[in-house]
């Protein structure tokens, strides 16, 4: 009885480690049939995100400027040109799936030629104002341009969003970019130094642009470099921007003089149209702001680390825009010169407020007001700071 209890035991157990020797090639095999599934699926997405480049025309010098046209997976599309390293145009759909074009712009390079206010450019080398063109550093006094009255505004005459930039495409698993570098010469509208600048625009899975600048100084200079995109995240040349909803992660803002030069103040946002803690039209208090909303808002965040600054929401389409950056401020500008004089995109005319840009950035006129962050690149250091534009819908 016993011995029989035995043998069954010891039959039970050959068969279970038969089966256990059967099974191990079925798990291998599958077990490859999942890698070769996961390296196809890999294959897929990098093939689903494609760069373009085509020829974009030729600058007023003759030189050619080329297009970059970034497509993630999820169809989200960016258009880039090195003149200037302006986003010219992103697509992104709405709650029910509707690509729309959420960037003012022109679609031919003659329009940007022609001038326009910045519109999706890269702004350098001191991005904003700095008042009567000129600041004193290291006790030698230094002129630049004056491109705004008697005030310096984005650069000068010919800032970083008129020049032409080298161009690299870059393709990693899961985004796809375009390295633009540029050197600004010793001198350049009034600046010391030579500084080299990278900028890295990239187009991610997750429906983010992501842009990194980085600078290089040979001589000690001020930087603050931006993006000077105009949002409408109805679609170009549709309406006003007015309906959309803001949040700024500001407790304090830099109040400013006539000229839109900082009076050195931080002041609280709290009971003025300033405050934007909690979610607010543009709309609902932009005629208590003098000329529109044009300020600098004093970001919560600590120093230097990668934070939400802003969200912008637009009820119709349920498009949402997020920015998160390293940079202590944000220059919301809500489109208040803009004037129905340019005609954008296929003919549409941008009028007053159909354009907001949220450009983050150092204080403007920092050079001036030694309270503020500093904004001094000396040789030896490096420039870095990244911000990130995330999109979804609600
Ligand atoms: C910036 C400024 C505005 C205006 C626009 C361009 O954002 O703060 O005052 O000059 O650029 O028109």
Sequence with gaps: MKEEKCTKTKKKFNLLIWSLILLIPVFSYSKSLKKIDSKKMKKEVIKKMKIKKEYFGKTNDGEEVDLFTLTNKNGIMLKIT???GIITSMMVPDKS?????????FNTLNEYLKGHPYFGAIIGRYANRISKAK??????KYKLAANNGENH??????????????AKEIKKDEEIGVKLSYLSKDG???YPGNLSIIVTYSLTNNDELKIKYEAETDKTTPVNLTNHSYFNLKG?????TLNHTLTIYANKYTPVDKGLIPTGELKKVKDTPMDFLKPCSIGLRIKEVKGGYDHNFVLNHAKGILSLAARVFEPETGRTMEILTTQPGIQFYSGNFLDGTIKGKNGKQYNKH???CLETQHFPDSPNNPNFPSTILKPGEKYIQTTIYKFYTQ
């Design 236 to 240: 170009p040349g549709v309406s006003d």
């Design 188 to 190: 350049e509208e009034g």
């Design 354 to 356: 159909y354009g907001f």
């Design 82 to 84: 090195n003149y200037g």
């Design 97 to 105: 799936g509707k690509f729309d074009d959420i960037v003012l712009g």
């Design 135 to 140: 600041f004193l550093l290291n006790g030698n």
């Design 153 to 166: 505004l984005h650069g000068g005459i010919k800032g970083f969003d008129k020049v032409l930039w080298k």
